[in-house]
Every structure is written in structure tokens, then in C-alpha cells.
């Protein structure tokens, strides 16, 4: 009797055994992951900069009188708006350039009345025709350096100088009492409108930066805002700033309350594309490259990607993924392909 109870006992043993191992390799070893759904849409990267909005030197001039004189009133000061036709600054010509005058109006009077004397005599037949032509070409030389003496206004004893368009004075070297030479640069003017951003990046991004990339600008303490596009990159670090300086032209009806001096923030479009996107968390990188978990049936699908616009919370990716199928975006470095997880309660 006691060893059929034995043999009993030891079936019974056996048999909890084998269950207990049974269940344990049912048992598969899972991991507790956090997913996200996979969304298609545009995804912008950007950079932030900052700088200064500045007139454009492209489009702005330097004015002076075309004959030497003596400044008599200067009429605008630096930074001032001006229209076109506005007066900007008076000139007394200057005593040499009043007697070049006179003297090309003598010359003229005398080459004329040279030129009817001669056609008197050749009437007469005591003059040649080829004095006639002499005279005839004297007449014309005189009469050429008194045009050029007007067109430089050597007969007015007070001359004014206009803006040549609607401007903003940007600099202006002449005072009153100065004297000046022709040609001699009195201002410089910028054309009302036509400005430029000047951005500051840091050396390491600016190889990302190209001509052509759209630029938004805003204040950084007022409301202007303008749509702008990379005109230039430079190569060289900016001693004063330690930053590549990129710059954006803009004006006109492009430009809304921005001015030459105000300080600016630039949103720097570097790419832009339309795909499905996924949190920058869910994607992976080994010595095979890109790939995220998926979750399908429980398990953890392991799938190849290449990744594109990637800002700082989104990244776009293409592959053999389902887009229905979510993504792990926490607890993916402790998966492998096909194992068992659990998600987390949201």
C-alpha cells in the first residue's frame, strides 16, 4: 500500500512538473513599449537666425555737383526720408567755373562774328572757302564748350541739388562753407524701399544655407515682417560676430514696418516635404542603418527606412512599413525583430 502511494505521489510530482515547464516556455519574454500613430504631412525644417535689416547697396547712389563751388545750405540730415524732386543741397559755383563760363560765351560771340566776317569777305571773293570752313568749325567747337558749360550750370550763380528719388539719406559729408570739387561725393542716398537682411549663422550650419531658400523675417521688438529669399552666402566667418553672414533682399510691398537698423529674426526654409512622418524617437540606427518597430499582431515588426526632412520633434521616412500599423517610440532599443511586447496605457 505504501508503495503505490509512493508511485502515486511521484506520477502527481512529475506531472506538476511538466506543466510548471510548459508554462513557463508559453511564457515568451515581452517588453513594455509606448507607440504612435503614423501621420502624413508637410514637414518643414527651418533654421533660426538673427541680424539686421540694412539698405541695399545695389540700389542706392551718390550725388554731387558736376562743377567745383562752395556748399551755401545743406537742407537734409542723415537718416531723412526724402522725396523725389526735394531739395538737398545748395551750391554757389564757384569763381573759376563762372569765368570758364564767361569765357566760353566770349568765345562763341567771337567765333560767330568771325565766321560773318569771312562769308563777307569770300562774298567779296578776298576770303577762301577753306577759310570759310576754318571759321564755320571754330564757330561749332565754341559753340560745343558753351553747351558743356550750361549743361554743368556754370551760368547760375546758385544751384540746388534734387533727390533723383524717393530716398533716405544714408550719409552726408558736406557742411556749409565747404568747398567742393566737381564730381566730389556730397551723400548717399538709398532708394526708399529696396532693403536687405543681414543674417548672422553659425559656421557649422551655413553649409546647409543656399541661394534661393526662402526667409521669413520678423522684428525682434516690433511687429514688420517680410518674405524674403538667400541672395548671398559668404565663405568667411565674420570677425566681429564669429557667424557666416547670409544675406536676404526684400522691399517694397514684400517689406511691412521694417527699416534700415532694426534688429530681425530669420526662419531660414532649408527643405520642405510632404510624407509620412513619424517622432525622430521611433527611428533607429545600427551598422544596417535606419529602421523602426512596428506593431503588428502583438509582435515587433523591424523595418528598413530611409529617413529625409527631419526637424526637432519629426523626421520623414520611406519604406516597406504600413502606415496603419503604429510605430515604437519608447522601449524600442530593447526590441528585436519579432518579440513580444506590451503597450503602454495611455
Same mark, same amino acid.
Given at each position: ?176 562753407g565747404d568747398r567742393v570739387q566737381a564730381g566730389a561725393p556730397l ?27 526662402? !526667409? ?47 534688429? !530681425? ?37 523591424? !523595418? ?22 503604429? !510605430? ?19
Amino acid at each position: 500500500m505504501r508503495r503505490s502511494l509512493s508511485l502515486l505521489f511521484l506520477v502527481l510530482m512529475s506531472a506538476v512538473g511538466f506543466a510548471a515547464k510548459t508554462a513557463a516556455a508559453d511564457q515568451k519574454p515581452s517588453v513594455l513599449v509606448e507607440v504612435a500613430t503614423m501621420n502624413r504631412e508637410r514637414v518643414v525644417d527651418r533654421l533660426t537666425v538673427y541680424g539686421a535689416v540694412e539698405a541695399d547697396p545695389t540700389a542706392s547712389a551718390s550725388v554731387s555737383f558736376p562743377r567745383p563751388g562752395r556748399i551755401s545750405r545743406v537742407r537734409v540730415v542723415s537718416g531723412q526720408f526724402v522725396k523725389r524732386g526735394e531739395p538737398l543741397i545748395e551750391l554757389a559755383t564757384d569763381p573759376s567755373a563762372a569765368a570758364a563760363y564767361q569765357q566760353a560765351l566770349a568765345a562763341a560771340e567771337f567765333a560767330r562774328g568771325e565766321l560773318d566776317r569771312t562769308e563777307s569777305l569770300a562774298a567779296q571773293r578776298l576770303a577762301t572757302r577753306s577759310q570759310v570752313a576754318a571759321a564755320r568749325k571754330n564757330l561749332a567747337d565754341a559753340q560745343a564748350a558753351l553747351t558743356a558749360q550750361r549743361k554743368l550750370g556754370a551760368q547760375r550763380k546758385l544751384d540746388t541739388l534734387t533727390a533723383p528719388f524717393d530716398a533716405v539719406v544714408m550719409a552726408l559729408s558736406a557742411q556749409p562753407g565747404d568747398r567742393v570739387q566737381a564730381g566730389a561725393p556730397l551723400m548717399q542716398l538709398a532708394r526708399a524701399g529696396a532693403l536687405r537682411a543681414r543674417l548672422g549663422v553659425e559656421p557649422e550650419d551655413a553649409s546647409r544655407v543656399t541661394v534661393g531658400m526662402p !526667409v521669413h523675417l520678423a522684428s525682434v521688438f516690433g511687429s514688420g515682417t517680410a518674405d524674403a529669399k538667400v541672395s548671398q552666402v559668404h565663405g568667411v566667418v565674420n570677425p566681429r560676430t564669429r557667424l557666416v553672414d547670409v544675406v536676404t533682399l526684400f522691399g517694397g510691398a514684400k517689406a511691412h514696418g521694417l527699416m534700415p537698423g532694426m534688429q !530681425v529674426r530669420g526662419e531660414i526654409t532649408l527643405a520642405s516635404e510632404r510624407s509620412w512622418v513619424v517622432p525622430r524617437s521611433a527611428v533607429l540606427r545600427d551598422a544596417r542603418g535606419a529602421y523602426l518597430f512596428q506593431v503588428a499582431g502583438g509582435h515587433a515588426r523591424r !523595418v528598413a527606412v530611409k529617413t529625409g526632412v527631419q526637424t526637432k520633434r519629426l523626421v520623414s521616412v520611406s519604406g516597406p512599413f504600413d502606415p496603419r500599423l503604429a !510605430v515604437v517610440v519608447q522601449g524600442n532599443y530593447e526590441l528585436e525583430d519579432g518579440m513580444a511586447v506590451r503597450e503602454q496605457a495611455k
